[in-house]
């Protein structure tokens, strides 16, 4: 279980500080816009479920309806962290991946393919500067590590949970607490809860109909309370939805599980996730001044076989000379299998401290499919090693086609503790995360028999005619932690601490390229072990509630990411073209560092003007001091992303990073509310870099940080009509650079959402209860354009994907 820190102390009363005993650092984030949350009576130490201030728990079908009711709900820290409730979550669209549900708050960049933001592939999310490898994600304190597509040591929030079994999520947008279970935690980290059973015996069914054959189907049973202190529940999950430019079915199942037991003021918690998902991926437009031919999009063929032969050249099996890098393939696909299982138990040893620990496991077998031309991206070539002198068309089957595969398998296990203790006016926390990692990854190539074709959906099976290469890593991560909150007075409290993140990786290739297979013609993936071992990284805070509704709060902290695992892609080490490049590497690089300084000022005001009713409102400023920035420079030009080069991973310098985040929520009689953030980041190279292939200067120092907005607007416009509750949503994303060097960028977009509840009196009765009818539209206006950018080179060929066109849903929930 990860740490949370409850501010229930006692009174303060004179005495020594004994909060220097953790030595400097930490943290607790900004306090609740309540007045009546600042100003707790002290109480006995509670075992914190979730976060410091419990995240409400709601039924699937929350009351009042699916509305974004309230953006900004305080968490008790000393750092900014903003909370979404289970409705929050759902406001968007029901069943939106709890991410996606984060891009109405400050500071919060997330673009996806999908509306649902489901899709992996192609997502792009920025916070404060710092992009979705550089944070930490956690389910229930489980750690989910750092997001990868290419999976190595975790999962997605939405394949670890089904989105109607959320809690909430919480935002912490500058830096993550310190005992959050991550090891890539650089800017922050979001942290998702899942919902404990329901009292009382309930079925809830939820149903989704919408564009482009969209079904999304959810039932949840409760069992309600039985025998001594049990409650559980049992869910499951079906969605299908096609492409909108292609036809392809995206979606899969899941299944949830959750026992609770209370026993006294012991809790037993136990949780498990099974989700399969497929989904065929959309491919990026290359954008560079050398592409003549660049498409609003790239529609895979699958499944008219007959007409992507037609497209090939039945000699060479190449694409369209005129569409350059942006040919099309016959289809790609994300398949992923997950079972994830954690055991929880919160033992109170007395009055004033709890022991609560939790161990976790995690299995997950996936494979990431691109069926495609062999006679483009100088696969001839690569293939030529294999099969030299032979008709690589009669070798593959006599299509022209092969499928290249990157099958992944992780098995990966740990145990977090954490004890809290009050003692006097502190309340004193120490922790310990403990992790095995076992994952693999192995690049295949299969023949595309011509009779016997395969599609996204299938499993690859058989003999591969090649095995280009195979990684195994085991990664053995260690984390302690301590810290303390000290009341010095009612309404001032400092928190310090600090952690230790320890690393130990092990990485190997049972089966190693062949001399001339990759580009640059590297002899041999590295092999070798990388230890690395930081043990004090502190934290340092203050909150003070200079009012009953005004309150100060600042922090300091330093945090690191340690090395990816990951063997042959990546920025590992265990991607490095020799084993002299890796021996280099092991013995000068350095961990990436950040630095983070975070202040704000929060407030909420009850007015009396027979309009307006309440005011939230929030203001925070933020300077990061990024150090020992990794970044993959290419040892030769890459050819095509099928087949690219081993590349030079190198130090290139720092990142400066300053922000405002200044938002607000206005309540108006009769339920009508406006929402409004308002976000301004600048994160800037401190240093020019050399490339790899020439030594030539890349003049990057001054530089935005490349696909990071420096300017983000949002608002949310709740407003009641009779029986029917809407909701306008208004996203606008600044220009994004799309080059190191910042010569070429994505215009900037503004979308809007809309949608509209209705509760169905005729239908709630003795059978069904909360009988709800939804409809949601995204993309009102059909905007087009680049939804997000994928930097490439230096300074000329970067990728986009496209807006999704307007899309509509229906959903009707109920229970009984």
């Known amino acids: 279980m990860r740490t949370h820190l409850s501010l229930r102390t006692p009174a303060a009363r004179p005495g020594a500080p004994f909060w220097a005993l953790t030595i400097c650092a930490a943290a607790a984030a900004s306090f609740g816009l309540a007045p009546s949350a600042w100003a707790q009576a002290p109480a006995p130490l509670q075992a914190a479920d979730t976060a410091p201030d419990a995240l409400p728990d709601a039924a699937v079908a929350p009351e009042g309806g699916n509305v974004l009711k309230a953006v900004e709900v305080s968490v008790k820290r000393t750092r900014s962290s903003t909370r979404l409730t289970a409705q929050d979550v759902q406001a968007l669209l029901p069943g939106t991946n709890p991410i996606k549900a984060l891009q109405t708050l400050p500071g919060v960049s997330y673009q996806t393919a999908d509306p649902w933001g489901n899709n992996e592939q192609n997502a792009s999310l920025f916070i404060h500067g710092f992009s979705t490898q550089q944070l930490g994600y956690t389910l229930d304190g489980v750690p989910l590590g750092d997001q990868q597509y290419g999976n190595y040591n975790g999962l997605s929030p939405q394949r670890a949970i089904s989105s109607e079994n959320v809690r909430g999520v919480l935002l912490s947008s500058g830096a993550g607490d310190l005992a959050t279970a991550s090891t890539s935690n650089l800017g922050g980290t979001i942290e998702t809860f899942s919902s404990d059973p329901l009292a009382q015996r309930r079925v809830s069914l939820e149903q989704t109909?919408?564009?482009?054959?969209?079904?999304?189907?959810?039932?949840?049973?409760?069992?309600?309370?039985?025998?001594?202190?049990?409650?559980?529940?049992?869910?499951?999950?079906?969605?299908?939805?096609r492409a909108w430019d292609f036809n392809g079915e995206q979606g899969g199942k899941q299944v949830n599980g959750k026992f609770v037991r209370a026993t006294g003021d012991d809790k037993l918690t136990l949780y498990f996730n099974y989700n399969d998902k497929i989904e065929p991926n959309e491919d990026s437009i290359v954008r560079s001044s050398t592409e003549a031919y660049q498409p609003a999009t790239r529609p895979f063929f699958y499944p008219d076989l007959a007409g992507y032969l037609a497209y090939l050249n039945p000699t060479t099996s190449a694409t369209p000379a005129a569409e350059g890098n942006?040919?099309?393939?016959?289809?790609?696909?994300?398949?992923?299998?997950?079972?994830l299982g954690y055991a929880k138990y919160d033992a109170r040893l007395s009055e004033r401290m709890v022991w609560t620990n939790q161990a976790y496991y995690h299995r997950d077998q996936g494979a990431g499919l691109v069926a495609g031309p062999i006679g483009v991206a100088g696969l001839p070539g690569l293939f030529g090693v294999y099969f030299p002198n032979q008709n690589l068309k009669q070798v593959f089957g006599n299509s022209g086609i092969a499928l290249r595969t990157t099958e992944y398998a992780i098995h990966r296990g740990g145990v977090l503790s954490r004890l809290d203790a009050e003692l006097d006016d502190h309340h004193l926390q120490a922790g310990l995360w403990v992790e095995q990692n076992r994952s693999s990854a192995y690049r295949r190539w299969y023949a595309f028999d011509i009779n016997n074709p395969t599609s996204p959906y299938d499993k690859p099976t058989g003999h591969p005619l090649i095995t280009q290469y195979g990684s195994e890593i085991d990664n053995k991560v260690v984390q302690l932690y301590l810290q303390d909150a000290w009341t010095v007075q009612p309404g001032l409290t400092l928190q310090a601490g600090f952690k230790s993140s320890l690393q130990f990786a092990q990485g190997r290739f049972p089966v190693q390229q062949k001399a001339g297979s990759i580009t640059g013609n590297s002899p041999a993936l590295p092999e070798g072990k990388i230890d690395t071992r930081r043990w004090f990284l502190p934290q340092i805070g203050a909150v003070w509630d200079v009012t009953a509704r005004d309150q100060l709060y600042a922090n300091?902290?330093?945090?690191?990411?340690?090395?990816?695992?990951?063997?042959?892609?990546?920025?590992?080490?265990?991607?490095?073209?020799?084993?002299?490049?890796?021996?280099l590497f092991k013995a000068t690089a350095k961990p990436e560092t950040s630095v983070t300084y975070d202040a704000?000022?929060?407030?909420?005001?009850?007015?009396?003007?027979?309009?307006?009713?309440?005011l939230d409102a929030q203001f925070s400023v933020y300077h990061v001091d990024f150090h020992n920035r990794l970044l993959q420079i290419a040892s030769t030009p890459v050819i095509s992303s099928i087949n690219p080069g081993n590349p030079i991973l190198a130090n290139v310098g720092g990142?400066?990073?300053?922000?405002?985040?200044?938002?607000?929520?206005?309540?108006?009689?009769g339920g009508v509310s406006f929402y409004n953030a308002v976000s301004y980041n600048r994160s800037v190279y401190n240093n020019d870099y050399q490339t790899g292939a020439s030594g030539?200067?890349?003049?990057?120092?001054?530089?935005?940080?490349?696909?990071?907005?420096?300017?983000?607007?949002?608002?949310?416009?709740?407003?009641?009509?009779?029986?029917?509750?809407?909701?306008?949503?208004?996203?606008?994303?600044?220009?994004?650079?799309?080059?190191?060097?910042?010569?070429?960028?994505v215009s900037s977009y503004f979308l809007t959402s809309l949608s509209l509840t209705a509760r169905l009196p005729m239908l709630t009765g003795e059978l069904l209860k909360d009988a709800k009818l939804r409809l949601t539209v995204s993309n009102v206006a059909n905007k087009q354009g680049d939804l997000n950018v994928v930097v490439g080179s230096a300074t000329n060929t970067f990728n986009t994907y496209p807006i999704p066109p307007r899309q509509a849903y229906l959903t009707f929930s109920t229970a009984f």
Do not use: C, H, M
């Open 655 to 669: 990142v400066s990073t300053n922000g405002v985040d200044i938002s607000g929520t206005l309540r108006f009689a």
């Open 600 to 614: 704000g000022y929060r407030i909420k005001r009850r007015v009396d003007s027979g309009v307006l009713t309440e």
């Open 326 to 339: 942006n040919y099309r393939n016959y289809y790609s696909a994300a398949q992923r299998t997950d079972w």
């Open 556 to 583: 300091v902290q330093q945090n690191l990411r340690q090395f990816v695992t990951y063997g042959a892609g990546g920025l590992s080490p265990w991607s490095l073209s020799s084993q002299a490049g890796f021996d």
């Open 209 to 241: 109909l919408g564009s482009y054959a969209a079904s999304r189907t959810f039932v949840r049973v409760d069992t309600g309370a039985f025998g001594e202190g049990n409650s559980a529940y049992v869910s499951f999950l079906r969605q299908d939805a």
């Open 696 to 745: 030539a200067t890349v003049a990057t120092q001054g530089k935005q940080v490349p696909g990071s907005p420096q300017l983000l607007e949002k608002f949310v416009l709740t407003l009641p009509v009779g029986g029917v509750e809407a909701q306008l949503i208004g996203d606008y994303v600044g220009k994004r650079y799309a080059t190191f060097t910042n010569d070429k960028q």
